[in-house]
């Protein structure tokens, strides 16, 4: 089984990665990830390309991505995505894997759109209950900033702040603790995933299309916190 990771830059898809490769399902060989073409940033979660990139050298995984326009109408975004599957298949691999965790609907969704690809799906952590998965990643080492909040479900004030015991503590009771509805999304820096942690600084707090995203920079000199203009809200985020 050689395995292409549905990469969000979050801390599903991170955890997933880590189990996959703990429980010795097949052989993770590359992240995919879907950028929003005019901010350059991860699609829904906001981050930036350096950050992401830095993510895959941690990871210690080839990065391949994949543009998508904002707003995207869905027949563009199944279409590069089919061309990312075929040219997976001609690559050798055989699998993808999700960091979904219970959403039946999207399940669904990417099973029906790989079906006759010659791609199957993997799901590492669906169903494992939400709130015990929470603490494991924050035990195990995960760490990771809230980059991008749906007000609507959660406070605007969480946007910036570290996924940690203290956030799960303040987070609604009306949301899930991994945010798996949509009430947030994650950059993750460290854990066992990666070969070393990715210093990072908070940037600008912005709010964009109803939802508010919260700026990462790698911590390095020549990166200025106002470079750059921030992330707005593509259509088909990876989890």
Same mark, same amino acid.
């Given at each position: 089984?050689?395995?292409?990771?549905s990469?969000?830059?979050?801390?599903?898809?991170a955890?997933?990665l880590?189990?996959l /490769?703990?429980?010795?399902? @097949?052989?993770?060989a !590359?992240? #995919? +990830?879907t950028?929003?073409?005019? *901010?350059?940033?991860? =699609?829904?979660?906001?981050?930036?390309?350096?950050?992401?990139?830095?993510?895959?050298e941690a990871?210690?995984?080839?990065?391949?991505?994949?543009s998508?326009?904002?707003?995207c109408?869905?027949?563009?975004?199944?279409?590069r995505?089919?061309?990312?599957?075929?040219?997976?298949?001609?690559?050798?691999?055989?699998?993808?894997?999700?960091?979904?965790l219970?959403?039946?609907?999207?399940?669904r969704?990417?099973?029906?759109?790989?079906?006759?690809?010659?791609?199957?799906?993997?799901?590492?952590?669906?169903n494992?209950?939400?709130?015990?998965?929470? /603490?494991?990643?924050?035990? @195990?080492?995960?760490e !990771?900033h #809230? +980059?991008?909040?749906?007000?609507? *479900?959660?406070?605007? =004030?969480?946007?910036?702040r570290?996924?940690?015991?203290?956030?799960?503590?303040?987070l609604?009771?009306?949301?899930?603790?991994c945010?798996?509805?949509?009430e947030f999304?994650?950059?993750?820096t460290?854990?066992?995933?990666?070969?070393?942690?990715?210093?990072?600084?908070?940037?600008?707090?912005?709010?964009?299309?109803?939802?508010?995203?919260?700026?990462?920079?790698?911590?390095?000199?020549d990166?200025h916190p106002?470079?750059?203009?921030?992330g707005t809200?593509?259509?088909?985020?990876?989890?």
């Amino acid at each position: 089984m050689k395995v292409l990771v549905s990469w969000s830059s979050g801390k599903d898809s991170a955890w997933m990665l880590h189990v996959l /490769r703990t429980e010795r399902i @097949g052989t993770p060989a !590359a992240l #995919l +990830t879907t950028i929003n073409e005019a *901010a350059d940033r991860v =699609a829904m979660h906001g981050v930036r390309t350096e950050l992401l990139r830095l993510q895959a050298e941690a990871a210690g995984l080839p990065l391949i991505t994949v543009s998508i326009p904002s707003p995207c109408p869905n027949e563009v975004y199944e279409e590069r995505m089919a061309a990312a599957c075929r040219a997976a298949v001609a690559d050798g691999f055989t699998h993808v894997a999700f960091g979904d965790l219970f959403l039946e609907d999207v399940r669904r969704y990417r099973e029906e759109r790989l079906a006759g690809t010659g791609l199957s799906p993997l799901f590492p952590l669906w169903n494992r209950p939400t709130p015990a998965l929470a /603490r494991d990643m924050i035990a @195990g080492g995960l760490e !990771a900033h #809230l +980059t991008c909040v749906d007000p609507r *479900a959660v406070p605007a =004030a969480l946007a910036g702040r570290a996924f940690d015991a203290s956030l799960l503590a303040d987070l609604p009771a009306t949301a899930d603790p991994c945010g798996e509805r949509g009430e947030f999304h994650t950059c993750v820096t460290a854990g066992p995933m990666f070969s070393r942690p990715i210093p990072v600084v908070p940037g600008v707090v912005v709010e964009r299309d109803g939802f508010v995203f919260a700026d990462l920079l790698p911590s390095r000199p020549d990166v200025h916190p106002n470079h750059g203009q921030h992330g707005t809200n593509p259509c088909h985020g990876q989890r």
